[in-house]
Each structure stands twice: as structure tokens, then as C-alpha cells.
Nanobody, 126 residues
Framework: QVDLVESGGGLVQSGGSLRLSCAAS????????VGWFRQAPGKEREFVAA????????YYTDSVKGRFTISRDNAKNTVLLQMNNLKPEDTAVYYC???????????????????WGQGTQVTVSS
């Protein structure tokens, strides 16, 4: 069992930055691939970014490429999502998710993840 807790959300103006954190407890984060997803009001949950358990492979949805960066510190059981140049369309509840994974594999479907956090709200004003 892996318990995930997101933090770092908030209200920011368009063009601003936020850094989301996903902290794991219960067991070590090593061997777990992690993904970030988001869900805006009235919309389905969508993939944002993913990182392999090694940290050596990452993947982003097109709309955040060049603006968001996912990284991890396995010693601290933490995965970060640095979000720069935020836009109003980035407004959503952001969730991190985890699953055991192969060496450098990343996973883009929510169905592929076993553990989820409760989410953190990100609001970008225009």
C-alpha cells in the first residue's frame, strides 16, 4: 500500500508558476512509476506528465511541454511537478498516481495506476 499526498496547489495569475509535490508514505517510492493527472470542472481526468521509477524517462502531454517539468527524489519519496507560464486552461484539480513499473517505463493512462492521492487545486486567473 502506498499513500500519496499532493501539496503546492493554489491561486496564481496567468504566466505565474507553482510547484506541486507528491509525497509517498507507507513504503519506499523506489520501483514506483508516477504520473500527474488533472481534472477540470465538467471534464474528464486527463494525463499531464509521467516519470519512470528510475527518473530516467519522462513524458508530457503536448499542452504542457516546455512549461511543466516532472522530477523525483527517491531518497525523499517525493515527485515534483514544476509548472511555469501557467495559463487559465491549466486550472484543475491535480492528482498524482503511482504504480510499480519496469525500469524506464512511463504510463499515460489512468487505468494503469493503482494508487492515487486526494488532489490539489490549481487555479490560474487571467
Amino acid at each position: 500500500q502506498v499513500d500519496l499526498v499532493e501539496s503546492g496547489g493554489g491561486l496564481v495569475q496567468s504566466g505565474g508558476s507553482l510547484r506541486l509535490s507528491c509525497a509517498a508514505s507507507g513504503r519506499t517510492f523506489v520501483n514506483y512509476a508516477v504520473g500527474w493527472f488533472r481534472q477540470a470542472p465538467g471534464k474528464e481526468r486527463e494525463f499531464v506528465a509521467a516519470i519512470s521509477w528510475t527518473g530516467g524517462n519522462t513524458y508530457y502531454t503536448d499542452s504542457v511541454k516546455g512549461r511543466f517539468t516532472i522530477s523525483r527524489d527517491n531518497a525523499k519519496n517525493t515527485v515534483l511537478l514544476q509548472m511555469n507560464n501557467l495559463k487559465p486552461e491549466d486550472t484543475a484539480v491535480y492528482y498524482c498516481a503511482a504504480r510499480t513499473g519496469f525500469y524506464n517505463a512511463v504510463y499515460r493512462s489512468s487505468n494503469e495506476y493503482d494508487y492515487w492521492g486526494q488532489g490539489t487545486q490549481v487555479t490560474v486567473s487571467s
